[in-house]
């Protein structure tokens, strides 16, 4: 059995990690990783396949930047033949990126069988390149793994066969869980002189933009940051700052919203784009989380962070209904409402949403093998799981 996996931006990675750990267990299956290169930096790419502990991409496209239909058309023309020449009896795809969609459409004109991890996810906003992904990716998508039951509902109203819908929990949370431990070893608190004299954390928040719907337009940008500048004059905000975000800021002249460092105990602090262990790290300890990410939405439930999400709609309901997330929109005096009221609260305890609790590419990896090659799960040991609920 050969199965092929594409990468291709930060996001991914964290979902295809545990993934690659359970189909390690199997050595007659032939795993081949591919990236895209979608992302390429140190800051966005390698520096995640070192905290993760992936092995090097055996095939990367070395695509990079470009538009939508640019790199989504490049990412399939350079796929193609590696398709055509390794023929896999599946191609797993995670999330909703650009490479996401470019791979699905390659292996579907092949009529390779496809995987789709984190599928069913719906914010009913065609507006967002990640909706057009993941509509088109589910409905080409043979396995369809979902993290929440609203997606389970979302497919069955788009008429997905209810055979290919498995309600199996959530991929990053695997990684989440399983790397925490690692992450609390990470110095980023000490670097950013978050540690107090009595050795206590110091109160702080973070933020993370990098939605075009967010940081495209000058009055939707300088808005935000005009209101997170204000919610840190009385809490530090450390904001690890997206290249195209970061690009935005400079050239909509906005660079006056920051302060030097985090040292005088408030304002809003840039610092670069974290890996992924920092990143938890940071994230785990903060008062409040900022963000306009779908992860970030998800992490923090199951970290029991308050996390305001800066959009007017969100794909994870279930980071909402069960655990600490609040759409708070893009009015500025929203936010720091918002904001102000977290940081009177109490912190409210999360519930976990169902089957987020670090199985979930095991019982990924037990459906594939049910379905494609049985054989293999009779001879194994040790994939006993909780039960999968099929949509
Ligand atoms: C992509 C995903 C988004 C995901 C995000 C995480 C799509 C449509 N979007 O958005 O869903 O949440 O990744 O970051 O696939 N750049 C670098 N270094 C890199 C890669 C990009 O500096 O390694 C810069 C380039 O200027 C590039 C810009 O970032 O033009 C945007 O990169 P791109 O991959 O197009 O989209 P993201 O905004 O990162």
Redesign the pocket.
């Known amino acids: 059995m050969k199965i092929v996996s594409v990468v291709?931006?930060?996001?991914n990675f964290m979902k295809i990690a545990p993934l690659l750990k359970e189909w390690r267990q199997f050595p007659a299956i032939e795993h081949i990783l591919v990236h895209s290169g979608?992302?390429?930096?140190d800051?966005?790419?390698t520096s995640f396949f070192r905290d993760l502990g992936l092995p090097d991409p055996g095939i990367n496209l070395q695509v990079?930047?470009?538009s939508?239909a640019w790199?989504t058309a490049e990412i399939m023309k350079r796929l193609e033949p590696v398709l055509i020449e390794t023929c896999p009896d599946l191609v797993t795809v995670v999330?909703?990126?650009?490479?996401?969609l470019a791979a699905a459409l390659t292996a579907a004109k092949l009529n390779l069988k496809i995987v789709h991890v984190e599928a069913g996810l719906r914010s009913y906003d065609t507006s967002m390149?990640?909706e057009i992904?993941r509509k088109l990716t589910d409905v080409l998508a043979d396995f369809l793994f979902v993290t929440e039951q609203e997606g389970v509902e979302n497919l069955r109203r788009e008429g997905i066969d209810p055979a290919r819908i498995f309600l199996v929990g959530n991929v990053m949370i695997d990684s989440l869980l399983s790397c925490r431990a690692a992450a609390a070893r990470s110095t980023i608190l000490c670097d950013l002189g978050l540690i107090g004299g009595d050795a206590r954390v110091r109160p702080y928040g973070i933020l993370t933009l990098?939605?075009?719907s967010n940081v495209d337009r000058l009055t939707t940008l300088k808005g935000i940051l005009a209101s997170v500048h204000a919610i840190a004059q009385d809490l530090p905000v450390f904001f690890p700052i997206?290249?195209?975000t970061r690009?935005r800021i400079r050239s909509l002249g906005l660079e006056n919203y920051f302060a030097a460092s985090g040292a005088t105990r408030r304002g809003l602090v840039v610092i670069q784009p974290l890996g992924y262990l920092d990143f938890l790290c940071l994230m785990d300890h903060a008062r409040l989380a900022l963000t306009d990410?779908?992860?970030i939405q998800e992490e923090t439930t199951v970290l029991g962070v308050p996390c305001l999400t800066l959009r007017e709609n969100t794909e994870r309901p279930a980071t909402i209904s069960e655990g600490t997330n609040r759409l708070v929109g893009l009015d500025p005096d929203g936010i720091l409402k918002a904001a102000q009221q977290v940081l009177r609260d109490e912190r409210r305890p999360a519930r976990l949403p169902k089957l987020w609790d670090g199985q979930a590419s095991k019982r990924i990896v037990r459906i594939l093998l049910e379905h494609v090659q049985p054989d293999l799960l009779l001879k194994s040991k040790g994939v006993s799981v909780t039960p999968v609920c099929s949509g």
Do not use: F, I, K, M
């Open positions: 291709g931006a930060r996001p979608q992302h390429y930096d800051q966005l790419s990079g930047s470009g939508h790199q999330g909703d990126v650009n490479s996401t390149p990640e992904n990098h939605r075009p997206h290249p195209r690009e990410s779908g992860g």
